[in-house]
């Protein structure tokens, strides 16, 4: 089984930077691929990054690319995403996932491993 925990989510004004962790506990070498989604209330849960067990590729939503990064720690099983120039429509509650595939990919029902998530709150 393998644990996900986020941290580092706050509120803060647009145009701020926030950096989430991921950090993964138990039998971490089945989360492969690791991503980051959101859901802001009222909206289905939206893909934002991924990354693949190299860290080598990765892959953004449209709406993030150019102000959000995904990185992977060098002990490969913490996983960062630095969101630079916030907007409000960032608010949601994000979550980390793990997938036990090596493919990459941005389906949230691909993944098999969530954590409980952490609020993201920008003020205009």
Do not use: H
């Not at 102000?67 to 949601?92: C, H, W």
């Not at 994000?94 to 098999?112: F, H, L, M, P």
């Amino acid at each position: 089984q393998v644990q996900l925990e986020e941290s580092g989510g706050g509120l803060v004004q647009a145009g701020a930077s926030l950096r989430l962790a991921c950090a993964a506990s138990g039998r971490t070498f089945s989360s492969v691929v690791m991503g980051w989604f959101r859901q802001a209330p009222g909206k289905e849960r939206e893909f934002v990054a991924a990354i693949s067990w190299s860290g080598l590729i990765t892959i953004c939503a449209d709406s993030v690319k150019g102000r959000f990064t995904i990185s992977r720690g060098n002990a490969k099983n913490t996983v960062f995403l630095q969101m630079n120039s916030l907007k409000p429509e960032d608010t949601a509650v994000y979550y980390c996932a793990g997938r036990t595939i090596s493919t990459i990919t941005r389906q949230a029902s691909d993944y098999n491993y969530w954590g409980q998530g952490t609020q993201v709150t920008v003020s205009s």
